[in-house]
């Protein structure tokens, strides 16, 4: 493989964001910056200094508001073995950004009537732990106690010993529910997979059709993502940066672009783009797919064991960011909005490997965050959730 350049510095301008003025009124008219030349000179440069120290082999980054401008640039390579640069059109696997979709897709059927988020999980689903008191909500606000199942040790011999072997929702299952519950629902939050497995076989019973059918039909076309896939094996549309991970059987880094997704499923196992996903960011944290009373119980957020974020209904709020991160092997995503300023956020990566004990696409975050809205910095340390299956020795809920 070829050595990894610190950063290709590929650059797509500064043009004007699409969107609606700002009011005079908002304090974001102040408070968020000009994307132009001085600003962009700063992030190239926070940026590059990310990747350099991380040794992340790409990244994608776009950051825009009304009135403000769009910082869109790419650095780094897609593909380690042939140099070809990062570019703003590829397809990125984007892990527990997922999540989003799985329980917007709940929602609507909320919305419909087809569900109710107080309904035990009993009443869909045969053979749960605690079912009969674990409601929907509590799985799509994490906090089920149910054993997160990419944390099962004998899960993460079988995925990373055949990595392009297909498991079904219920074998997923059956790592978790060998385990007891952690704790009684409700009592506290605790990040687990285990929850969008159940809430995906929900929306296929209440829905009447296969989970990625459901979500491409209710979700993906009504808000116009046509980049935005769910797939149902390792297919992967092309152009797709190539994906490196050390989460493998050896512990040394591999290719795992086509490493089967199906193992995360409703929890981790979607595709996207830079479009789709800065459409995607506006859409979720503004809830135009659902009603104003159901999307405002989404953005309920309850305290986390992370500081400075709480979690809704299957999204996050980091310190006034809502929105999404993302990771499984080989990938990682940001898919964020901040409502005061109206501001997207997202960035992609082409690795999962930690940098000490960071999430890369954090450090990316942080960066940005601290350059454009200083009161507001992303920031989710290791124990922010990722659809990964590594054993730690000191549990987290995202492994």
Do not use: C
């Not at 700063?42 to 401008?69: C, F, N, Y």
């Not at 790419?74 to 640069?85: E, I, L, S």
């Not at 089920?144 to 074998?171: H, I, V």
């Amino acid at each position: 493989m070829l050595a990894v350049p610190a950063s290709t510095g590929t650059a797509y301008g500064v043009a004007p964001a699409p969107g609606p003025p700002l009011s005079a009124s908002s304090s974001s008219e102040t408070d968020f910056p000009e994307l132009g030349p001085a600003v962009a000179r700063r992030l190239d440069t926070a940026i590059q200094q990310v990747l350099r120290e991380t040794k992340v082999p790409g990244v994608i980054v776009s950051l825009s508001a009304p009135g403000k401008g769009s910082y869109v640039r790419t650095f780094g390579v897609a593909d380690k073995a042939t140099g070809a640069p990062m570019e703003t059109d590829l397809y990125m696997r984007i892990g527990s950004t997922t999540k989003t979709f799985t329980v917007t897709a709940l929602l609507e059927l909320v919305d419909e009537g087809k569900v109710g988020l107080d309904d035990p999980i009993a009443k869909y689903i045969d053979n749960v732990p605690n079912g009969d008191r674990i409601t929907l909500r509590d799985l799509a606000d994490m906090r089920s106690g149910l054993f997160n199942y990419t944390m099962d040790e004998g899960f993460f011999k079988a995925l990373t010993s055949d990595p392009q072997r297909p498991f079904t929702p219920q074998e997923l299952l059956d790592y978790s529910f060998k385990h007891p519950v952690q704790f009684q629902p409700g009592e506290k939050f605790d990040y687990s997979n285990t929850n969008l497995i159940l809430l995906g076989l929900v929306v296929e019973k209440a829905g009447g059709m296969p989970l990625n059918e459901f979500i491409e039909q209710r979700v993906l076309k009504p808000a116009r993502l046509s980049h935005t896939v769910f797939p149902t094996g390792a297919e992967f549309p092309s152009p797709h940066a190539q994906g490196y991970t050390d989460q493998t059987a050896s512990g040394k880094v591999e290719n795992s672009t086509n490493w089967n997704p199906s193992w995360g499923w409703a929890a981790g196992a979607m595709i996207s783009d830079l479009r789709d996903l800065r459409s995607w960011a506006r859409t979720l944290a503004t809830g135009t797919l659902l009603s104003p009373e159901t999307q405002a119980q989404r953005l309920k957020t309850l305290p986390t064991t992370i500081p400075g974020a709480g979690y809704g209904l299957g999204i996050f709020d980091v310190q006034g960011w809502i929105g999404h991160n993302g990771s499984l092997p080989g990938y990682e995503a940001l898919t964020l909005y901040l409502p005061e300023s109206q501001a997207t956020l997202v960035v992609l990566l082409n690795t999962d490997i930690l940098h000490g004990q960071t999430e890369p696409s954090t450090l990316f975050g942080q960066a940005i965050t601290r350059i454009v809205t200083p009161e507001h910095v992303f920031n989710l340390p290791v124990t922010a959730p990722r659809a990964t299956p590594r054993p730690s020795p000191q549990p987290s809920p995202q492994r």
